[in-house]
Structure formats: structure tokens, C-alpha cells
């Protein structure tokens, strides 16, 4: 079945250690989210990639950043986690020339950070 | 700026009766409104989504209304089943734009 995969589901990393967080998709959607949602808050957009063309949300940190380097795959990295950064990370993926704009999420990454 | 606002508290309802949801936007004009579903530690699912030209829309035993002059989205889902047990985010998306603003969610609590 196409869908939305994520590795890992859970990860831990220690205080200031970069980590990074993976995408894959087998939709083929142009358009490809990070989103981190923390307990009992709307999920927050990170970034997004219409096909190759990066945008990055204004409040999103620098710690973040983003590789898309194919159509199938994108990865999030966190280059000095803190303990605030601790979250769900979701990716999302659309297609803008159908009608519907739906979403399909990913199960998520569970990241802690100790 | 864009506020979404979704009742934060959880909203617990009998088995066979018709839980309804809101969504009330402000500082905005989508021109489409999306419902998901979350179920705990796991990615939003795409329930449905209504047209700022259409005042309701159904599928199966759920009817979502979209009112642009009170500004707001109403979710309905009739029946209800402890499987519809599960948190309901609102997003409100602009038109000529790929991206969504999510409501908190309402956590619904359906009582067998």
C-alpha cells in the first residue's frame, strides 16, 4: 500500500547531540510537511517542500533544518536538541494538483531528549 | 493573526448518541476546511473536507457544516461508536495555498 513511512518511531538523544529524523514516501506527492506537535497542542508546521522549493516558517528555529533529496524521502535534522524540543515529529505529504489537498501522515517520531 | 479555536476540553458522550464538534476560526477566510482524526501517538488521519461554497458534506455517519459568516465548522458524527473514541483537529486552509493552520483538537469520549 503507498503511504507515508517514518524511522524511527521512537528516538532519544542526549542534550545538544544532533540527530535526525527520516521521510519516505511512496505517494508520490509534490508537497512534503515537518510538523512537531507537543501533548494537547495543535500540530505546528515546521517546513515545507513543493518539490524541490524549500519554505521554512517564519518561528521555526534555526536548529531545524530540512533535506529533501529526491521526491521519495525527506529527513529533519536537529542539529543541538534541547529539552523544549522534546515532541511528536509528523511528516505529511500532499498532492497540490488534485482537488482535495488532503494530508497523509506518517506514524511519527517520538523524540526525547535527555 | 490567525487564531483556530477547537474546545479544548474532552467531550464525553453515550454510545448511540450524536457527538458534535466545533471549530471556530478567526482573522481568516479559508476556502477549505479539513477534519482529521488522531488517535493517541499516532499521525492524523484525513476524515473529510468542505468547500467555503458548500454548507455541508457527508460521509457515512459523519456531516461536517461550514458557515463563512459565523466562522465556523461544525463536525457531527451520528451513532456513535467507543471506536470513534479519538482527539478531532479542524484545519482551515486558504485558497492558492498548500499549507494548514490546526486547531488543538477536541479529545472525544464515547461511553459504551
Known amino acids: 500500500d503507498a503511504m507515508v513511512i517514518q524511522n524511527p518511531r521512537y528516538q532519544v538523544t542526549q542534550f545538544g547531540k544532533p540527530v535526525t529524523l527520516s521521510c519516505s514516501q511512496t505517494?508520490?506527492?509534490?508537497?512534503m510537511y515537518w510538523y512537531q506537535q507537543k501533548s494537547s497542542q495543535a500540530p505546528k508546521l515546521l517546513f515545507h517542500?513543493?518539490?524541490?522549493?524549500?519554505?521554512n516558517e517564519a518561528d521555526t528555529p534555526d536548529n531545524f533544518q530540512s533535506r529533501r533529496p529526491n521526491t521519495s524521502f525527506c529527513f529533519l535534522d536537529i542539529r543541538s536538541p534541547g529539552l523544549g524540543d522534546a515532541a511528536m515529529y509528523l511528516c505529511?505529504?500532499?498532492?497540490?494538483?488534485?482537488?482535495?489537498?488532503?494530508?497523509?501522515f506518517g506514524p511519527g517520531t517520538r523524540l526525547t531528549v535527555t | 493573526s490567525q487564531k483556530i479555536e477547537q474546545n479544548s476540553e474532552a467531550l464525553n458522550i453515550q454510545e448511540g448518541k450524536t457527538a458534535t464538534l466545533t471549530c471556530n476560526y478567526t482573522?481568516?477566510?479559508?476556502?477549505?476546511l479539513q477534519w482529521y482524526r488522531q488517535d493517541p501517538g499516532r499521525g492524523p488521519v484525513f476524515l473529510l473536507l468542505?468547500?467555503?461554497?458548500?454548507k455541508e458534506k457527508r460521509k457515512e455517519r459523519l456531516k461536517v457544516t461550514f458557515d463563512t459568516t459565523l466562522k465556523q465548522s461544525l463536525f457531527h458524527i451520528t451513532a456513535s461508536q467507543p471506536a470513534d473514541s479519538a482527539t478531532y483537529l479542524c484545519?482551515?486552509?486558504?485558497?492558492?495555498?498548500?499549507?494548514?493552520?490546526f486547531g488543538t483538537g477536541t479529545r472525544l469520549k464515547v461511553l459504551a
Open positions: 505517494l508520490n506527492h509534490n508537497v
Open positions: 482573522n481568516y477566510s479559508p476556502a477549505y
Open positions: 517542500y513543493y518539490d524541490k522549493d524549500f519554505n
Open positions: 468542505i468547500r467555503e461554497n458548500e
Open positions: 484545519a482551515p486552509q486558504g485558497s492558492g495555498t498548500y499549507k494548514y493552520i
Open positions: 505529511a505529504t500532499s498532492r497540490i494538483d488534485s482537488l482535495s489537498y488532503e494530508q497523509y
